[in-house]
C-alpha cells in the first residue's frame, strides 16, 4: 500500500522524507518520491524501484536544503509502476506537488472535463488529476483550494499537498485513507502510518474521514470538508516501532485478517453501482465485448488462489453458463488442456510471480486463449503477462499465510462472474441487482464476522491437544473448507484435511472417533438438510462438530454441533464470511503452539521456483 510522509520543521526536509519512507517500506512499493519547496522553487526527485535508487539520485542531483517537504512511496493501482506515474504530482506550471494514497473512483470524468479545459496530464494514474484541479480552483488559499478540490474528489484518499508559493505550510487530508499528523517542537509531520512519526515525536493528531489539516512549523489547525473547526486532543502514542508496523497487532497475519472489511471495500471501490444495482463497467475497466466472446474458462492458480479458483468456477458456471474448469498450476501446465482462443485463462495469483502459475499462463496463452489476470500487484508478471486484468487490492499482504488476498480474490472473482453473466445476457436485472446490493454491504457483515475472534481463541487453546482435524462442505463450502484446513497445516502444524461432506462415507468416516474435531462449513441453503445429515453420522462415531453457518440456522444446527454463527448475506456471497473464522481458528491455533505464525517453517510467501 502506497506510504506517504509530509514535513515542516527545522531539519532538512529531504532527510526526514526519506527516512520516513524507510519506515513505511516493510508495506511494500514499487515507485517512491520526494518534492521540497527551498524558498519559493519546489524541487521533485521520483524513481521507478527502491529507495536506495532514490538516495542515490538525491546524492547525484542533491535537493536544496529545505525545511518543509512531501514523500511518497507507490503501491501501484491506476498506471503502471514506472517513475512518470511515481508521485508527487504536479499541474502543467508545476506549482502544486500532491502526494496520494487510496483510489478516486470519478477520476476519468474529472479527467476528461479538465482536458477539455485544456489541462495536459503526463501520467496514467488517478491522482494526477488532484493538481490540476487545485490549479484551477486556487484564488490565492491554499486550504480553501484544497477544500474546494476535495469536494469534487469521491473515493478513497489521503493527501499532503505543496504550493510553491507557500514554503512555510502543508496541506493534509483524509477521506477512507488513513492519516496522522505527528506533533513536534518546532516541527510537524505527515504520515499514513504512525512508525514514519515515531522518531520524531510520541504526540500524534489522528485525523478522522472528511478532515483537512493545515501544517505549519508550530500550529496545526484542522477543518471539515464543509469548513467547521474541529478541536481535538492529540493522543499519545505508546507503541514500539515494531508495534506500530503491525498497526498494534501482535502479527501480521492478525493485522492482515482484521483489514478484511477494509480491503473489501477497496476491492469494490468504483466497481459497482449500489444504487442502480448494477456493475460499472467503466470502474471494471473489462472489454465487455470481448467477455461475450467467451465460451470457455481455465483456472490457472496454486494454492489459496486456487481455492478462490474452485469458486470462481461455480459462480462462473452458474451465472453465465459457460464451462470453467480449474485445476492447479502445477498439472494444468503439464497436461494438453483444451483452452483455444475462445478460452479465457484466469490467472489468480497474490504476487503475480508464482512460477507455475506463469508457465500456465504462458501455455494458455500460446493456445491462443484471452489471459485474465487476477492479481494483488500491479507490474508483477502476471499483471504484465495478462490481456486483461482485475486487481484485487488488498494493499501489500506480508504473512506467508494469504487471508485478505483470498477473501479479496473471492470477490474479484465474483465481480468477474457477474460481469461475465451480463455481457453473456444469462444473469438477469433482477437477480444481478440483488447481488450488487449484497456486495455493497459485505464489508460490513465481514467486520461483524471478526468478532467470532475471541471464541476461536478460546476454542484453540484447547486444541493444543488436536492431532487431526477435518473441514467438511457442499456446493461453494467445498473451497472454503480447503482453504481452512490450508491454513490450519501451514501456520499451526496440525494435520487438517478438507471434503465434500458427501465424499465421507466413502472412506474417510473410518477416521471419526470419540472427540476427533470437525469444522462444518454450513452456508448453502439448498445443501444444508443434506449437510446436515452428514454431521449426524459424523457425530453418531463421536465426532466434536463445529459449524460455521448464517446464525438463523441455529435451530437446525444446534443438535449437531457448536454454531459458530455468521451474519446473512446471499449465498453466493457466504464463502467470503465463512473464510474469515476459518483464518481466525488457524491463527490462534498457530499462536497456542507458539509457532512462527508470520513465517511458517519450510514456506516462501511467493513460491517463484518450480
Ligand atoms: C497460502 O496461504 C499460501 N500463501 C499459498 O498457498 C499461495 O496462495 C500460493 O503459493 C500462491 O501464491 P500467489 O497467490 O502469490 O500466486
Not at 507507490?74 to 508527487?88: F, K, Y
Not at 446490493?437 to 487453546?461: I, T
Request: charged fraction near 30%; include cysteine; aromatic fraction near 4%.
Amino acid at each position: 500500500m502506497c506510504g506517504i510522509v509530509g514535513y515542516v520543521g527545522e531539519r532538512r526536509a529531504d532527510q526526514v522524507l526519506l527516512d520516513g519512507l524507510r519506515r513505511l517500506e516493510y508495506r511494500g512499493y514499487d515507485s517512491a518520491g520526494i518534492a521540497v519547496n527551498p524558498d519559493h522553487r519546489v524541487e521533485v526527485r521520483k524513481v521507478a524501484g527502491r529507495l536506495d535508487e532514490l538516495a542515490r539520485v538525491m546524492q547525484q542531483e542533491p535537493l536544496h536544503p529545505a525545511g518543509i517537504g512531501i514523500g511518497h512511496t507507490r503501491w501501484a493501482t491506476h498506471g503502471r509502476p514506472t517513475r512518470e506515474n511515481a508521485h508527487p504530482h504536479t499541474d502543467e506550471e508545476g506549482h502544486w506537488l500532491v502526494v496520494h494514497n487510496g483510489i478516486l473512483e470519478n477520476f476519468s470524468q474529472l479527467r476528461r472535463e479538465l482536458e477539455a479545459r485544456g489541462h495536459r496530464f503526463r501520467t496514467e494514474t488517478d491522482s494526477e488529476v488532484v493538481p490540476h484541479l487545485l490549479e484551477e480552483l486556487y484564488r490565492g488559499d491554499l486550504v480553501e483550494a484544497v477544500r474546494q478540490a476535495v469536494l469534487r474528489l469521491r473515493g478513497s484518499f489521503a493527501l499532503a499537498v505543496l504550493h510553491d508559493a507557500e514554503p512555510e505550510r502543508l496541506v493534509a487530508v483524509r477521506q477512507e485513507s488513513p492519516l496522522v499528523i505527528g506533533l513536534g517542537r518546532n516541527e510537524n509531520l505527515v504520515a499514513s502510518d504512525l512508525q514514519a512519526v515515531l522518531p520524531y515525536t510520541r504526540q500524534a493528531l489522528v485525523l478522522e474521514n472528511g478532515e483537512i489539516a493545515e501544517v505549519s512549523r508550530d500550529r496545526v489547525r484542522v477543518i471539515r470538508f464543509d469548513g467547521s473547526p474541529v478541536e481535538r486532543s492529540p493522543m499519545r502514542i505508546a507503541w514500539s516501532v515494531e508495534e506500530s508496523e503491525r498497526g498494534g497487532y501482535r502479527h501480521f497475519m492478525l493485522k492482515e485478517i482484521m483489514e478484511q472489511p477494509e480491503a473489501l471495500r477497496e476491492t469494490l471501490r468504483g466497481r459497482i453501482d449500489p444504487e442502480a444495482g448494477e456493475l460499472d463497467w467503466e470502474g471494471l475497466q473489462l472489454d465487455r465485448e470481448r467477455l461475450a466472446r467467451i465460451r470457455r474458462v481455465a483456472v490457472v492458480a496454486c494454492g489459496t488462489a486456487f481455492h478462490a479458483g474452485l469458486t470462481a468456477r461455480e459462480l462462473i458456471e452458474r451465472w453465465a453458463r459457460i464451462p470453467v474448469e480449474a485445476e492447479v498450476a502445477s498439472e494444468f501446465r503439464y497436461r494438453r488442456p483444451l483452452v483455444g482462443p475462445e478460452t479465457l485463462a484466469l490467472a489468480i495469483s497474490q504476487s503475480g510471480e508464482t512460477s507455475d502459475t506463469l508457465a500456465g499462463l504462458r501455455l494458455a496463452r500460446e493456445l491462443g486463449a484471452t489471459v485474465l489476470g487476477v492479481c494483488n500487484v500491479m507490474g508483477s508478471s502476471v499483471d504484465r503477462e495478462s490481456d486483461l486484468r482485475l486487481y484485487t487490492r488488498a494493499g501489500p499482504e506480508i504473512a506467508v499465510a494469504s487471508t485478505k488476498a483470498y477473501t479479496t480474490q473471492l470477490l474479484t472473482v465474483t465481480l468477474l462472474a457477474v460481469a461475465l453473466g451480463e455481457s453473456h445476457g444469462e444473469l438477469p436485472a433482477e437477480e444481478r441487482r440483488r447481488l450488487i446490493r449484497a456486495l455493497d454491504a459485505l464489508p460490513g457483515k465481514a467486520r461483524e464476522a471478526l468478532g467470532l475472534s475471541p471464541r476461536l481463541e478460546e476454542l484453540a487453546r484447547e486444541a493444543t491437544g488436536w492431532s487431526d482435524v477435518f473441514y467438511l462442505g457442499r456446493g461453494l463450502d467445498v473451497a472454503v473448507a480447503m482453504e481452512g484446513a490450508l491454513k490450519l497445516k501451514e501456520i499451526s502444524y496440525l494435520h487438517a484435511e478438507a471434503y465434500p461432506a458427501g465424499e465421507l462415507k466413502h472412506g474417510t468416516l473410518a477416521l471419526i472417533s470419540d472427540g476427533v474435531p470437525v469444522f462444518a462449513v454450513l452456508t448453502q441453503p439448498e445443501v444444508a438438510e443434506k449437510m446436515i445429515s452428514n454431521l449426524l453420522e459424523v457425530k453418531a462415531r463421536g465426532g466434536r462438530i463445529f459449524v460455521v453457518a448464517p446464525a438463523s440456522l441455529r435451530e437446525e444446527v444446534e443438535p449437531v454441533g457448536e454454531l459458530l454463527p455468521l451474519p446473512e448475506s446471499e449465498p453466493e456471497l457466504m464463502p467470503i464470511l465463512a473464510a474469515i473464522p476459518l483464518q481466525l481458528f488457524a491463527y490462534h491455533a498457530a499462536v497456542a503452539r507458539g509457532n512462527d505464525v508470520d513465517k511458517p517453517r519450510n514456506l516462501a510467501k511467493s513460491v517463484t521456483v518450480e
